[in-house]
């Protein structure tokens, strides 16, 4: 028996789901003084740029009083977890400030250690399951027409000569080739 849409709705009902589980991995991890007056919204959105990840999760926080910030993900909703939320989500600090309806960057800009260096082999995510090869040329990428403080922490030179950035340091968009010899740490700095 053939019933259309079913699997759509299927689909719809998981990624519901998934949302509400990330609505709920957040709410856990709030300061009990904003916990009451937080509202978590979790949404994809797709990326059109090819450079990016195909689609990203984005959190948003609102607080009654009035403020708001925003955090994201570059991951799908299904591929989320609590470990992910943890390590992405914004400190005590900064959440006080958007309760109170104050700027406040998230995340920070100052460079954190990256899992590569110049000259690494490595695997990028081109689509929903797709990886192409390439090799790491540059840190902390930025295009002029980014926001103030935007980073990606990879521009990577792909096997098929096209220039890509990395728009996170995690495994799900990019990780070492394991068929590559990599090279040493002196051959990395020789650049």
């Not at 079913?6 to 709030?30: G, Y």
């Not at 728009?167 to 010899?181: G, S």
Request: charged share 25%; with cysteine; glycine share 6%.
């Amino acid at each position: 028996m053939f019933l259309p849409g079913r699997n759509a709705d299927q689909e719809k009902q998981q990624k519901q789901k998934n949302f509400k589980n990330i609505e709920k991995w957040c709410e856990a991890l709030l300061p009990e003084n904003v916990k009451s007056e937080c509202t978590v919204s979790v949404q994809e959105i797709q990326c059109g740029d090819p450079n990016c990840a195909p689609i990203d999760t984005a959190i948003s926080l609102i607080f009654q009083s009035g403020g708001q910030g925003l955090f994201g993900l570059p991951m799908e909703a299904k591929d989320v977890t609590p470990e992910e939320i943890q390590e992405n989500f914004p400190t005590a600090d900064v959440l006080e400030k958007w309760y109170r309806g104050e700027e406040a960057e998230w995340p920070p800009h100052e460079p954190i250690e990256l899992r590569f260096a110049i000259g690494s082999f490595v695997l990028c995510r081109v689509g929903p399951t797709d990886w192409a090869a390439g090799q790491v040329h540059q840190l902390w990428y930025r295009e002029p027409n980014w926001p103030n403080g935007s980073y990606a922490p990879y521009k990577v030179k792909l096997e098929d000569g096209r220039d890509i950035y990395a728009p996170a340091d995690m495994d799900q968009v990019i990780r070492l080739d394991p068929n590559k010899e990599q090279p040493t740490p002196q051959q990395q700095q020789q650049g």
